[in-house]
């Protein structure tokens, strides 16, 4: 005879050997003690959890000769006959297979008989969900009144495709997932029951890959013994199911840490190259991810989490690292490339541009990833993470500094004294300090001192600047972010509230439609929705603004050119998009063009 698959001969036999379902252990040993049987019952749940299982533990706790008993013996007549299945007294219906009136007529006459072996009669249906309506209709009044010492169990997967007026006559018990420390105690256990040696790695590795069904993991540590023998290691279960193993998991989770898109490539190199599925390292690294975050939430490993000796420390340190909008945001990115996955996408490039989205937010302009930027521009500050790997900080500093000391260094006089000071200095010192240059110092120092929050503030302000777009076509002013785009901010007076915005030259245009008082509303709101910090938005153009401090105000030469390059940009304006010009005699409302 062939061997006996390990799923079949390693079924719980009594309510002591279930691995979790707590609350239908306790329900049904309570009603056993107490006698109160219920006549049918409806046991929900994904496949592998347990429902057949259960049901049959039921039929033995009643059928049993000490019955009814809590631990059945598993010696007498009807204990082994319902264990092997040939039990006359429990009946196993295929609901998939037997469907239709005449199989459920044909078992409403056999209800009738009493027990020919034991004491109660179970009827259990696997997959009930698929019989037709019209043997529901049938089974309806034998479902609701049936002979005495009689239960039926009805197994489904789903529960909704179940006729109401079925559901209101049972109990329900809905079956829920185990997860993979639970599957890992009836993986030790039948491998002890078995003598096969098996690694925790191994172990860990079979209990993910199970995807929460008790059936599933039996059965690949059954395929493991069929390719390795008794010894089972890590590399083994790598190799059947082509999973990754938790040294790839670890450096996917590190790269997105530290927020180096380089070791992302690589880790997906490594996948590729050690023929690793990479949907299925996706669902892994979920996982792994998951467990981060109830970390980084409750401040330590809970105990029922299934973590290799060794590996608390490193778990810990990840989690703190990455913080829960870091770890929220991987987890969605990654979550949505299996969904594309399962459309068609190619798994290997929708992984990769999923791992490098999470470890560089930057490039991903969703609110999401500006909310990670933001965590870790405060972590930084605050000393409590790793500095942010791409801010550019260095060159927007020297931004400042030239319109704070414009006006003190373009006076002519310092350049002829410059000489005489450096010959001077050692024998009259007073000279140098009598002349009216001595109210500069301070004036420098103040400027100074001032500059630095509002560079820190123009930083901030530059650094989010693709958020603030993102916020306004959010907001429905996808066009008003197009006319903004093309500028940038250059300074921050927090004292004023204003940020300078400068646009390019050769954008009049642009800057006139953003001036306008509704979309300078607009941008505003904006400003304020990300940064949290109420700024009125002030425009300039990089190549006016100088010339119009240095130029008579009685000229008209620069306003003749500016004029002119308007003129060309409205000309080119109405030749693309075949526009007409209406002129506003109100000059508060924006100009219309209609196309």
């Known amino acids: 005879m062939a061997e006996q698959s390990l799923y079949r001969r390693h079924r719980p036999q009594s309510f002591a050997d279930v691995v979790g379902q707590e609350h239908v252990v306790r329900t049904l040993s309570n009603a056993i003690e107490r006698d109160r049987v219920h006549h049918a019952y409806l046991f929900v749940g994904s496949r592998g959890t347990g429902k057949t299982s259960m049901a049959k533990i039921l039929a033995r706790s009643l059928n049993c000769v000490n019955g009814p008993t809590l631990e059945p013996c598993g010696v007498c007549d009807s204990c082994v006959a319902i264990a092997a299945g040939s039990s006359m007294d429990v009946i196993e219906m295929d609901a998939a297979s037997n469907r239709s009136v005449d199989d459920i007529r044909d078992l409403r006459e056999r209800v009738s008989y009493a ?88 172990v860990g590795a079979i209990a993910r890959a199970a995807n929460g069904s008790f059936r599933d993991a039996l059965g690949t540590l059954d395929q493991l013994v069929a390719y390795s023998g008794n010894e089972i290691a890590t590399e083994d279960v790598l190799a059947v199911l082509g999973v990754a193993d938790s040294e790839l998991i670890f450096r996917a989770s590190e790269a997105i840490a530290s927020g180096d898109g380089a070791e992302a490539l690589r880790v997906s190199a490594a996948i590729s190259s050690a023929g690793h599925d990479p949907a299925r390292f996706a669902s892994d690294l979920i996982a792994h991810l998951r467990q981060l975050l109830v970390v980084a939430t409750l401040g330590e490993i809970p105990d029922h989490f299934l973590v290799v000796a060794g590996q608390e420390a490193r778990i810990s340190d990840q989690a703190n690292r990455l913080g829960e909008i870091a770890l929220v945001r991987a987890i969605d990115e990654l979550s949505a490339a299996l969904t594309a996955i399962r459309e068609g996408d190619e798994a290997r490039m ?77 024998a009259a010192p007073e000279p140098a300090v009598a002349p009216a240059p001595e109210p500069e110092p301070p004036a420098e120092a103040a400027a100074a001192v001032q500059d630095e929050p509002s560079a820190a503030g123009r930083e901030r302000v530059i650094e989010l600047w693709p958020g603030i777009l993102e916020q306004m076509r959010q907001d429905g002013a996808g066009m008003l972010s197009a006319v903004v785009g093309i500028a940038r901010p250059v300074a921050v007076d927090e004292d004023e509230g204003t940020v300078t915005i400068a646009f390019p030259p050769g954008s009049a245009f642009n800057r006139r439609k953003a001036d306008d008082k509704d979309n300078r509303e607009l941008v505003a709101k904006a400003i304020l929705s990300v940064l949290g910090t109420p700024l009125r938005p002030v425009y300039t153009m990089l190549d006016d603004e100088p010339e119009a401090e240095s130029a008579p105000a009685g000229s008209g030469g620069d306003e003749a050119e500016a004029a002119t390059g308007e003129n060309e940009l409205v000309e080119r304006f109405i030749a693309e998009f075949d526009a007409e010009v209406v002129i506003d005699d109100e000059p508060d409302k924006p100009m219309e063009e209609t196309s």
Request: charge should be negative.
């Open 115 to 202: 027990p020919p072996e034991g004491t109660w009669k179970v009827y259990i249906l696997d997959e009930a969900h698929m019989l037709t309506r019209e043997a529901w209709n049938a089974f309806l009044k034998t479902l609701e009144e049936p002979p005495p010492n009689t239960v039926f169990v009805l197994a489904t997967t789903e529960a909704h495709k179940v006729m109401p007026t079925i559901v209101d006559r049972c109990q329900r018990f809905d079956f829920g997932r185990p997860s993979p420390d639970e599957i890992a105690i009836v993986l030790r256990r039948a491998a002890a029951a078995e003598s096969i040696g098996i690694d925790d790695g191994a």
């Open 350 to 426: 929708t992984v990769e541009l999923a791992l490098l989205r999470a470890a560089r937010p930057e490039i991903d302009p969703s609110r999401a990833a500006l909310n990670q930027r933001i965590e870790r521009l405060e972590a930084a500050v605050a000393g409590t993470g790793p500095a942010p790997a791409a801010p550019a900080a260095p060159a927007p500093a020297a931004a400042p500094t030239p319109p704070a000391q414009a006006a003190p260094v373009a006076a002519p006089e310092p350049e002829s004294a410059a000489p005489e000071p450096t010959a001077v200095e050692a």
